[in-house]
């Protein structure tokens, strides 16, 4: 059966310091890939999506990216963070762009 | 712009009461529509989903939901919530024509007090 992992679970980084969240898929191949960003009273903001290995679509500009170096991982980045970068993550997969996605068990970056 | 509106921000009932939480998206052709729950502590899970035909769609947990075209909806309902049914829910739709991926709503909080 198909899993997904997403790591950490919470994160507390300094501001202006990098950022690493990475996100696996077992038991398929070729996934559709997504991070969303979750806050309190605004429901879920997608952030990037994948279709394949190094193929991102960016839907909200800010300071983060996103890569896809291998065809079930997906990482979400960020050079300096902001305080504003704080929330919960959320990865997630689908088979099709339409169909239902599968999400990860979320990490919650507080930035100090 | 597409968009995806829930009306409740936060529901408050007592056990055995009747559920009916809101759902409306902007006007975008063809939709696939989706309702998650998220239990306190747990991750996102899928509850019920329409792709296309018989617009009332029964899901886990004794959900449903019901499409209407005409007036851009997909509410969901539960004849009698149980304490365990607290939780967030959200509505999200795929919009066929040019989508990219799932646009969420807001959110809705579900209380239920025994």
């Known amino acids: 059966s198909q899993t997904i992992h997403q790591w950490p679970a919470t994160l507390v980084q300094p501001v202006g310091s990098p950022l690493s969240l990475e996100c696996t898929v077992e038991g398929t191949s070729n996934p559709n890939l997504y991070w969303y960003r979750q806050a309190a009273g605004r429901g879920l903001q997608l952030l990037f999506y994948s279709v394949g290995i190094g193929q991102i679509s960016s839907e909200v500009p800010q300071n983060l990216s996103a890569s896809r170096p291998q065809d079930r991982q997906f990482i979400l980045s960020s050079k300096k963070l902001l305080l504003s970068d704080s929330g919960f993550y959320l990865c997630?997969?689908?088979?099709?762009?339409?169909?239902?996605?599968?999400f990860g068990s979320g990490t919650r970056l507080t930035v100090v | 712009a597409q968009s995806v509106s829930q009306h409740n921000h936060h529901v408050i009932l007592s056990e055995a009461a009747s559920l009916e939480l809101g759902c409306n998206y902007s006007y975008g052709g063809t939709v696939n529509l989706f309702w998650y729950v998220q239990y306190p502590g747990q991750h996102l899970q899928l509850l019920l989903k329409y792709f296309s035909g018989d617009p009332l769609v029964k899901g886990i947990k004794g959900f449903e939901a019901e499409f209407i075209k005409s007036k851009f909806s997909f509410n969901l309902r539960k004849p009698s919530v149980q304490w365990s049914d607290t939780a967030e829910y959200f509505c999200?739709?795929?919009?066929?024509?040019?989508?990219?991926?799932?646009?969420f709503g807001k959110g809705t909080t579900l209380s239920v007090s025994s």
């Open positions: 997630a997969w689908s088979v099709g762009r339409a169909d239902g996605y599968t």
């Open positions: 999200a739709v795929f919009f066929n024509q040019a989508g990219t991926a799932l646009i």
